[in-house]
């Protein structure tokens, strides 16, 4: 499967922004999907997961509340809502996918990756 995320942007802190992950392939229901961010100078880390149906979803503390993901498998997209934004938010987003039906939270847990949407926060 191949992804590519786009949505980033620059929002002020308290804004909203829609990140999204078109994925090829027919099969992109059988992948659950995660996003990940990194932010300069540091490790890349896990902000949610959902799986192949969507009805399961796993969140970071520092998300939890604030951030929303989604996916329409029709369309072969995974969305993520994210809202009160923060200035720690700002980050690479990356989104990934793996083919197992758990959950993962690292990143070599995932084996196929996005290209990266870039978020700025400002304050």
């Known amino acids: 499967v191949q992804l590519q995320a786009s949505g980033g942007g620059l929002v002020q802190a308290g804004g909203s922004l829609r990140l999204s992950c078109a994925a090829s392939g027919r099969t992109f229901s059988t992948y659950a999907v995660g996003w990940f961010r990194q932010a300069p100078g540091k490790e890349r880390e896990f902000v949610t997961h959902i799986n192949r149906s969507g009805a399961s979803t796993v969140y970071a503390d520092s998300v939890k509340g604030r951030f929303t993901i989604s996916r329409d498998n029709v369309k072969n997209t995974v969305y993520l809502q994210m809202n009160g934004l923060k200035t720690e938010d700002t980050a690479v987003y990356y989104c990934?996918?793996?083919?197992?039906?758990?959950?993962?939270?690292?990143?070599?847990?995932?084996?196929?990756w996005g290209q990266g949407t870039l978020v700025t926060v400002s304050s």
């Open positions: 990934a996918a793996r083919s197992s039906g758990t959950w993962g939270v690292a990143p070599a847990d995932y084996a196929y």
